[in-house]
Structure formats: structure tokens, C-alpha cells
């Protein structure tokens, strides 16, 4: 399933989702916007309220819940933000801020490393067979606690 946020170069905005009810709900409740039955894409002329309401309704339902309900990856989201500050960066380069800026993109959650304790490390160096694997394993596990003490 794929959401396409972009502008046509003659003054709209064209929006192409999935069908899918809760995201025509949204895209009929934005004044302005129109279906294009010959293309099955919705347009939005680029009128200065038109793309208020529809950054309005963005922040307000927020384009990720929309992503959500038609399938949409987060890395998909993503994106149509970003072509979106693109739009207007573009086509109306004397707005500052740039409107777009302000929809809030969900970052991706940090995973850190699992951490071994003492134990683990030392039947992890015991299960090596040669001394010169033990070495190489025993220097680079104590590089690393050396580096990350140091970052701290």
C-alpha cells in the first residue's frame, strides 16, 4: 500500500492513497479537496487556506494515524513528510517557517546493546581454544569498555 503526497506544477496538490474508508473520511473533510475519478487521486488546489486546512488536518488527525490506517510503513510516512516540506520549500520558498516542519515525525526507537557481565565474559574467553583467540577477544572487549568510559 502506498500514500503519494505531491504537487502537479500547475498549482496542486495531489494526494494518491489506497482505498480505504477512514482515509477518504479524512481527505473528504479537507476543503478544497476534490476527487479525480479519471486519475483516482485526490486534488488540492494550492490555495494559500486550502493548504492551511490540510496542514491543519494533518496535525490534527496526524498523517502517521492516517499511514497507520491504510498499512502505511513508518519509513513510508516519513517520506511523504518529507515531500511535503519539499512542496513547500519549492513552491512557496518566501514562507518561513516552513509549514511542514511542524508535523511531528515519530523517530525510530533507539535499541542499545545488550550488556555481558563478568560472568559471561569470562566463560566467553573460557571457551575459546587458543590463547591468541582469547587475546584478540579479551583486547577488543576491553577497547570497548575503554571507549565507552571515556564517552561517558
Known sequence: MRLSIRGDGRGHLIVKTPYHP?????????????????????????????????????HHTGLFSLADS???????????????????????????????????????????????SKEEVFELLGSLSTIKHRFLLSLAYSYEEAKSFVLR
Open 70 to 116: 491504510i498499512g502505511l510503513s513508518r519509513s513510508g510516512a516519513v517520506h511523504c513528510v518529507s515531500a511535503l516540506r519539499h512542496f513547500f520549500r519549492i513552491n512557496y520558498p518566501h514562507r518561513y517557517p516552513n509549514p511542514a516542519d511542524s508535523i511531528p515525525v515519530p523517530r525510530q526507537s533507539k535499541k542499545y546493546p545488550d550488556i555481558l
Open 22 to 58: 477512514g482515509a477518504i473520511k479524512v481527505l473528504r473533510s479537507i476543503p478544497g479537496m476534490q476527487w479525480d475519478q479519471a486519475n483516482k487521486n485526490w486534488i488540492l488546489d494550492d490555495s494559500q487556506s486550502n493548504l492551511d486546512a490540510f496542514l491543519e488536518k494533518l
